[in-house]
């Protein structure tokens, strides 16, 4: 545990920051430019892979292991959601032949 | 047969259950068995307390209790003392003639069965009001028998008219109640309770001319105007003759436009001390007493006629009390519970026999037809034109004598009622049963005596009215006046503040003859002007003189009331209903659903099922969420 955390503290942590920074803003990014449903899905989970790398970092740094815990509920938390997700988009793919979102538009006004 | 006291309301009601559930089913023979026997079985309860009671204190009979509230207590007893059991026997006795006339009166309606559960109920309420040892149990009593009033004027109330008088009976009395309960709520107040027994005694320490006491007993003489009718509430009673017959000779003739007087009289101590209440009592009991006497000398309907001739005795009554003559007024409830059930009772059996004709006009010559209805009837009217020795010449002559010893005046006024009620009441009889037949051939046909089941009632009454003054007749004439002594320990504490009548016996002689030869004097007016000279009062069409239209339009009552209470009612609930409901609440109700469909027409633009464009409008928010808590904080 002291090897990894050390290994951990060997990069500061500011550049921790700055990447998750803009690990999740291409994910946002993605989310918003993307048509493509499998595409806005990865960039989610983009987002959250950026989250847990920071959680682990400032685990790492303020010694504390409840933050590292945590990552373990995100990744859990993500793996069921990629089932259900990937599920819906199966479904979508099969009524629609495409699994662009923007033909999921039915459901207005 | 005290403790069996609770079986006196119970028999009635049971009556009622048993009618009510199987009124239409259960053969008309069985319901009217049931409700007179109900009826009848109380009289024989109620006669068994008669003959058993000779306490002079009331006896208090605990059943449950009812209320307990903080300070306040209100048991569920019974009060019996002389009062109490002669109001029982008139309701029971009477009750039960008046069941049995039903049987035969009724047997061709329809709502047979409804009509007895209703009298039944009446019944029970009415015996509640009497026996109830405090004033929240009469009240249950005067609000029940409130009700089976209204039940029984509207009886036919596919007619609208009728439905009409009972809503105006309804209300009119509500008034009233509101003035009672008033009373009531101001006894908790100022004696700590409701019941009698505690009260009496406390008030009986006050000083005369106290002003609560004066407020109560105005409050209570409220309710008393409303339910026996007196100025100006009277105008529900004429009206109430839309119910059956039997109805107006029970509840709005014997029993419970009395209650008012019964309860004046059971609270006679705390009117004792109220001087400027009794006074108001005795003015509006005699303005009652003659404007309606005046009224009934015009009207061509023959229960009408009844009608306000029971407003006048009613005003008698409080006249005697307003004076303080307690026994007096009792008494002529009494004597007037028999005359004017047998007279109501006499007029039915007239407009059964008329095919429900009960206009006079149409009637005349009926004295060989209906030679029973036509011999008690007599007696009734002799009875309540004060003849000797009829009942109603004790009973008013007391009260009389007890004016003429308060105030001269008032005592002229209320003889020339009296003279008056001699007039009206043998014009009726002349009219009725007199000269030639003035209705349809077909009528004439059918005219009939009425079955045996209604002429025993009248013939029972008729030997009541005869005989029942002499249970009061006065010393002067010889009498001991047993009433008087009977119902002395019940007046104790407000006779020895008032003291006794103090006539001497040429005073009296001097006063009976003048009413006697007055109201000679006035059947022998009825006679010339009836028999000897033919005259029958002219068709609603013709021109009348002036004072002879205002009589015969009742003073114009009703017209006044609806000018200065239902006209201004009426429009201010139009402003109510156009400006503050429909143009005030609705438009406030209405326009908080436009608005908001308005405002969603164009919010719901938003949703347009682009996903790109919900996530785009999350992550805005999530960025506007950001920047909101960072510059907060």
Redesign the interface.
Known sequence: MDNITSTIQVVPLNHYILLSAIIFSIGVIGVLIRRNAIIIFMCVELMLNAVNLLLVAFSAYSGDASGQVFVFFVMALAAAEVAVGLAIIVMVYRNTSSIDINVLNRLKW | MIDLVWLIPLFPFIGFLINGLGRNFLPKVVIGSIASLAVLASFGVSLGIFFEFNATEPVIINLFDWIKVGGIDIPFSFQIDQLSILMLLIITGIGSLIHIYSVGYMSHDAGFGKFFAYLNLFVFFMLLLVLGSNYVIMFIGWEGVGLCSYLLIGFWYTNANYADAAKKAFIMNRIGDLGFLLGVFLIISTFGSVSFAEIFPKAAGMISGDATLTLITILLFIGAIGKSAQLPLFTWLPDAMAGPTPVSALIHAATMVTAGIYMIARSNILFTLSPVTMSIIAVIGLATAIIAAIIALTQTDIKKVLAYSTVSQLGYMFLGLGVGAYTGAFFHVLTHAFFKALLFLGAGSVIHAMSDEQDMRKMGGLKSKLPITFFTMLMGTLAISGLPPFAGFFSKDEILAHVYEHNKLLWIIGLLGALLTAFYMFRMMFLTFWGSFRGTEEQKHHLHESPISMTLPLIILAVLSVVGGFIGVPEVLGGGHWLSHYLAPVFESSTSKMGELALDHTTEYMLMGISVGGVVLAILYAYIKYIKNNHVPVLDSEPRSALAKISYSKFYFDEFYNAIIQKPLDALSGFFYKVIDKSGIDALVNGLGKGSIEASKTL??L??????FY??AM?IGVIALLLYSFFKF
């Open positions: 719901r633009l949703q347009t099922g682009n996903v790109g996530i785009f992550v």
